[in-house]
């Protein structure tokens, strides 16, 4: 069986503790590797290992930093098919999905090759007579990163490439369900000419998290899960001194409005809620229908259904892929029952879906006449079931949105300028979409919800990323005119 080990200093390290966890092919249910779960000393290692390695990473240059930087990003296009490979053997999404999340993944290096503009201070002179004032951002040491399964390549590189950007070292703690990819791109990274102390990855559950929220000299942590660990990751961090930001999950809503074009709405509902199998934070789970766009709205979403091919993600044809886990099938699954069982009209059930293969196959449903007291609406599902919620108006469903505990993403389906320009601002999340929808900031842009979807007042990459891996640090000079100088610099002194 293949093992999947930790990689500190450089090195692959197997697993002090002796646990493991097994990695599965959700497109055929079979084993394929074990990976190792760290121990306490497992994590202390590779923090000891980030520490040493700060002191001379924090003051290298930043054109050697910058050529690392770009070195990275042409790695990882010139690997990019070898990242999705592993991404659809342990994720399972399409190829084609798992080609994108690369995609956006090497936007948020490109940006981090810009360091040298980034890291830039500021600059006042003659604050007051002989004095100068500047700020310039320093590093905060070793950071810490804790990434879920749904983007393995994607969320470790909305955190690694500005953090040591900034100079901070770093130690990764990907998902145990899809460790190859980041463990892949760590390779990756080293190749590119990093210090092997600069990136260290340290596979492992619940043990090596609580280890890095409590390690002194962990001094910031980036999360990105579920909202319970979110909440657990940032009040246990920041108790123990720590900046923390931790983004959560979400449930997102998708108004279509009655002048909408029906068209691109069933498109688009289609391709946010069941792409990558709606296991996405930003995937629209709720289409609020505003007056008598409903039902053609959704005979043109259960149209597109219909076309939809289901299958493991290296085929070609396939469009959407198996979940992550049975247990993860299955719960999602017991939604569908569950909200036809509180009154909700299933037009399409994902149950009723044969595969004959022992994959976590799950096919999409639409779950019609959905109320905000029913499981299916107060839950992140989490699978490729969508719900329509039949609103008389506009303003019905911008409270929706705000009644919503989360607040990730939001969209609006109009041709009425002046409604979308309204919504802009009614809108209760902290990503919103016009036509579009799944409205993920470009890499130069941050990225966070609001509520129960981000802990802590910093989003993540671009430059709120910047910002969160630096502190600043303002200095105010005193330098005098050199009136009792005894050199002879040729200048007036009284000038
Ligand atoms: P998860 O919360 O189960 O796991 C996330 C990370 O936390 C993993 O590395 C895991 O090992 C660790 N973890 C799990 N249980 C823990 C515990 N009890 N104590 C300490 N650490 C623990 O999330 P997941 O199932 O991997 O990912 C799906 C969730 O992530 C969804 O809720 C989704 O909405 C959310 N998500 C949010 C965003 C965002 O940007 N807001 C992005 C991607 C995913």
């Known amino acids: 069986m293949k093992q999947i080990q930790h ?33 306490v000393d497992d994590v202390d290692r590779a923090v000891a290992n980030a520490h040493a390695a700060f002191a001379e990473w924090r003051t290298t240059s930043v054109a050697r930093r910058t050529k690392m930087m770009f070195e990275f990003r ?59 004032v500047y700020s310039v951002r320093r590093p905060l040491g070793v950071v810490a990163g804790i990434t879920p399964f749904n983007f393995p390549a994607m969320v470790p590189l909305w955190m690694i490439p500005n953090a040591v950007a900034c100079g901070n070292t770093f130690v990764l703690k990907p998902s145990e369900k899809d460790p190859s990819a980041p463990l892949f791109m760590a390779e990756l990274f080293q190749e590119a000419g990093f210090p092997s102390g600069v990136l260290n990855v340290v596979q492992g559950d619940k043990v090596a998290v609580d280890r890095l929220l409590e390690h ?115 719960k999602v699954a017991g939604y569908i029952g569950a909200g036809e069982a509180e009154g909700a009209t299933v037009v399409v059930d994902g149950r009723e879906a044969n595969f004959d293969n022992d994959g976590y196959f799950l096919g999409v449903s639409l779950l019609d006449h959905v109320t905000p007291d029913m499981s299916v609406y107060t839950d992140e599902i989490f699978g490729p079931v969508l719900c329509v919620v039949r609103a008389d108006t506009y303003q019905q469903g911008v409270d929706l949105i705000a009644a919503n505990p989360w607040g990730n993403g939001a969209a609006i389906f109009t041709r009425d300028g002046g409604a979308a320009r309204r919504f802009q601002e009614d809108a209760d999340a902290g990503m919103v979409g016009i036509n579009v929808p799944i409205p993920v900031p470009v890499g130069y842009h941050s990225f966070g919800g609001w509520k129960d979807s981000a802990f802590g007042d910093t989003t993540i990459y671009g430059p709120e990323g910047i910002h969160f891996y630096t502190r600043p640090k303002v200095l105010t000079t005193r330098w005098p005119d050199p009136a009792g100088s005894t050199v002879n610099l040729g200048f007036p002194t009284n000038h």
């Open 7 to 39: 990689l500190i200093d450089g090195v692959s390290v197997p697993a002090t503790s002796g646990r493991t966890s097994p990695v599965f092919n959700p497109a055929t249910g079979e084993q394929t590797a074990e990976v190792a779960l760290a121990a």
């Open 216 to 330: 002194p000299d962990v001094e910031a942590l980036s999360f990105v899960g579920s909202t319970p660990i979110a909440r657990y990751v940032y009040e246990t961090g920041t108790r123990h001194g720590k900046r923390v930001q931790a983004l959560g999950g979400a449930k997102n809503h998708m108004i279509v409005l009655p002048d909408a074009d029906i068209s691109l709405a069933a498109d688009s509902a289609v391709s946010a809620a069941y792409g990558s199998a709606g296991e996405r934070c930003m995937a629209v789970s709720v289409v609020v229908a505003v007056g008598d766009v409903a039902d053609p709205l959704v005979d043109a979403i259960k149209v597109r259904m219909e076309k939809l091919s289901i299958g493991d993600g290296t085929d070609a044809g396939s469009e959407m892929g198996p979940l992550i886990t049975a247990a993860h099938r299955d």
């Open 74 to 132: 042409n790695l990882v296009v010139a690997n990019a098919d070898e990242i999705a490979a592993r991404l659809t053997a342990e994720h399972g999404k399409v190829l084609s999905d798992a080609g994108g999340e690369v995609a956006r993944a090497i936007e948020n290096i490109e940006f981090a090759c810009g360091l040298a503009e980034l890291l830039k201070g500021t600059h006042s002179e003659h604050a007051s007579t002989g004095v100068d």
